[in-house]
Nanobody, 125 residues
Framework: VQLQASGGGLVQAGGSLRLSCAAS????????AGWFRQAPGKEREFVAV????????YYADSVQGRFTLSRDNAKNTLYLQMDSLKPEDTAVYFC???????????????????WGQGTQVTVSS
């Protein structure tokens, strides 16, 4: 699976961005998919994931209520709608996919086999 993330950019605090992640090689159908982010000097952290089994979507506490994860299986695309952005949301955002992620380990980067190249999001104060 190849993942191509896009949609990052520079936005003022309180603004919105929508990230997209297009998959090639196979469809998202049947796969667990989500987003991680990494700020300068910090470890990669979980943002959100949608699990095929369930189905269910989970968010990090820091983005709950502000970010919305969705997937369009027909277009093989994953989206992350980010509203009410804060300067602390500044990071490189990575889309991820895996055939089967456990709810117990879904917040760990090592749980995901396929990663996109990352797209930069910068939120100015």
């Amino acid at each position: 699976v190849q993942l191509q993330a896009s949609g990052g950019g520079l936005v003022q605090a309180g603004g919105s961005l929508r990230l997209s992640c297009a998959a090639s090689g196979r469809t998202y159908s049947g796969y667990d998919a989500g987003w991680f982010r990494q700020a300068p000097g910090k470890e990669r952290e979980f943002v959100a994931v949608t699990l095929w089994s369930g189905p269910a979507t989970y968010y990090a506490d820091s983005v709950q209520g502000r970010f919305t994860l969705s997937r369009d299986n027909a277009k093989n695309t994953l989206y992350l709608q980010m509203d009410s952005l804060k300067p602390e949301d500044t990071a490189v955002y990575f889309c991820v996919v895996d055939p089967a992620v456990s709810r117990h380990t879904m917040r760990l980067p090592r749980s995901y086999k396929f990663w996109g190249q990352g797209t930069q999001v910068t939120v100015s104060s």
